[in-house]
């Protein structure tokens, strides 16, 4: 398997527009996990799907974000209007059933 | 708040050289994970430990739970070059999904 797959590798875009972040997670898993990334905040959970579902969006920052899991083999993660603190790195993540998680390398966001 | 604190905060040691890592919490968690991270990719497990006072060991690395699971600690003897990345902790408490990380050691083994 090619583990969990993340596009783009790398963003970058002007302040106020919209930016999608991309996951493939890996075939089989039931939960998937939203991540971001930063020197001052370390790793912070996002929003966790379980069977496409959302079930915690409790770390979601603002309605600036959202998610979504249309079906077991795609999420996107997106903020509209992006903001320069919005710029970090994020992760997906998947899982089977609440056990190891597996991450993505990852998309490097920088917003200007 | 910073719930798992992780020191120290940075580490440049030299090849062969023992070395211990921290992850302190003043709350109690049900289990405790460590994960590796490297530059430009995601964190990857190393081990998890569930009860007070586990002791595990992965190669040269040994994996410690605090007898009340509000700390642990990672001590990786006679490092190598290949050793260099980022040790992140992280705790779980009930649900096992969601997991709270602390900011991470970042580990330098020169040759």
């Known amino acids: 398997d090619a583990g969990v797959i993340q596009s783009p590798r790398h963003e970058v875009t002007e302040m106020g527009q919209e930016v999608t972040l991309r996951c493939k997670p890996i075939?089989?898993?039931?939960?998937l996990f939203w991540y971001r990334q930063t020197m001052m905040r370390g790793l912070e959970l996002l929003i966790y799907?379980?069977?496409?579902?959302?079930?915690?969006d409790s770390g979601m920052p603002e309605d600036r974000f959202s998610a979504k899991m249309p079906n077991a083999s795609f999420s996107t993660l997106k903020i509209q209007p992006s903001e320069p603190r919005d710029s970090a790195v994020y992760f997906c993540?998947?899982?089977?059933?609440?056990?190891?998680?597996?991450f993505g390398q990852g998309t490097r966001l920088t917003v200007v | 708040t910073q719930l798992l604190e992780q020191s120290p905060q940075f580490l440049s040691i030299q090849e062969g050289e023992n070395l211990t890592v921290y992850c302190n919490s003043s709350?109690?968690?049900?289990?405790l994970q460590w994960y590796r991270q490297e530059p430009g990719e995601g964190p990857v497990l190393l081990v998890t430990?569930?009860?007070?006072?586990e002791v595990k060991k992965l190669k040269r690395l040994t994996f410690q739970f605090g007898d009340a699971r509000k700390d642990s600690s990672l001590h990786i003897t006679a490092a190598q070059p290949g050793d260099t990345g980022l040790y992140l902790c992280?705790?779980?408490?009930?649900?096992?999904?969601?997991?709270?990380f602390g900011k991470g050691t970042l580990l330098t083994v020169n040759p």
């Open positions: 992280a705790g779980g408490r009930g649900s096992n999904y969601k997991l709270t």
């Open positions: 799907f379980n069977n496409n579902v959302p079930i915690d």
């Open positions: 993540a998947s899982s089977e059933a609440n056990t190891e998680a597996f």
């Open positions: 709350s109690v968690f049900s289990s």
């Open positions: 430990v569930v009860t007070g006072g």
């Open positions: 075939s089989g898993h039931n939960s």
